[in-house]
T-cell receptor, first 110, second 113 residues
Framework: DAKTTQPNSMESNEEEPVHLPCNHS???????IHWYRQLPSQGPEYVIH???SNVNNRMASLAIAEDRKSSTLILHRATLRDAAVYYC???????????FGAGTRLTVKP | SQTIHQWPATLVQPVGSPLSLECTVE??????LYWYRQAAGRGLQLLFY??????ISSEVPQNLSASRPQDRQFILSSKKLLLSDSGFYLC????????????FGPGTRLTVL
């Protein structure tokens, strides 16, 4: 299974942009890059996903490197409610499961 | 709109007792269903997934089992709980595999004493 590597923790100030990195050097051509986040005592919540091109939605932006070996989740203006564990996951196009790692714990300071 | 329910929200059980956790999905047909477990301070571990009624795939050998008696119902069971079964159990559904997102339920926090 393709693996991802994320920093254990990051800090941000409120209303500043946050760039959460993820390395996936063994990604295959058919792996989608998914991001989820988990608030305390809740189930994970889908954030965004992409294949090759950068993606934007109402929650975040996903920047994917040209060689696809890394990606960055961008929160444009962090709020206190964005404090969570963020998971970067690779999903083969025909696979049912997602392998969650330890993720990055984001702390947002007021 | 689709919703996913899990119950109970919290559960405290003695070692050796049986377990039954239930998950139901509303607003969609023939979903893929998943059971995950999260130990304290750890990432999620996929336990089982199902692509249809009566079809269960197990990812990790253990004393847990899963069943899908109806299209939108997924049950996680154990005949005898172990201390190591404590954790946060999450049910999820998706439309299809691969690029589609999974939607998670609120979870059940199980403590085995």
């Amino acid at each position: 299974d393709a693996k991802t590597t994320q920093p254990n923790s990051m800090e941000s100030n409120e209303e500043e942009p946050v760039h959460l990195p993820c390395n996936h050097s063994t990604i295959s051509g058919t792996d989608y890059i998914h991001w989820y986040r988990q608030l305390p005592s809740q189930g994970p919540e889908y954030v965004i996903h992409g294949l090759t091109s950068n993606v934007n939605n109402r929650m975040a932006s996903l920047a994917i490197a040209e060689d696809r070996k890394s990606s960055t989740l961008i929160l444009h203006r962090a709020t206190l409610r964005d404090a969570a564990v963020y998971y970067c996951i690779l999903r083969p196009y025909n696979n049912n499961d997602m392998r969650f790692g330890a993720g990055t714990r984001l702390t947002v300071k007021p | 709109s689709q919703t996913i329910h899990q119950w109970p929200a919290t559960l405290v059980q003695p070692v050796g007792s049986p377990l039954s956790l239930e998950c139901t999905v509303e607003g969609t047909s023939n979903p893929n269903l998943y059971w995950y477990r999260q130990a304290a301070g750890r990432g999620l571990q996929l336990l089982f997934y199902s692509v249809g009624i009566g079809q269960i795939s197990s990812e990790v050998p253990q004393n847990l089992s899963a069943s899908r008696p109806q299209d939108r119902q997924f049950i996680l069971s154990s005949k005898k709980l172990l201390l190591s079964d404590s954790g946060f159990y999450l049910c999820a559904w998706s439309v299809l595999a691969g690029k589609y997102e999974q939607f998670f339920g609120p979870g059940t926090r199980l403590t085995v004493l």
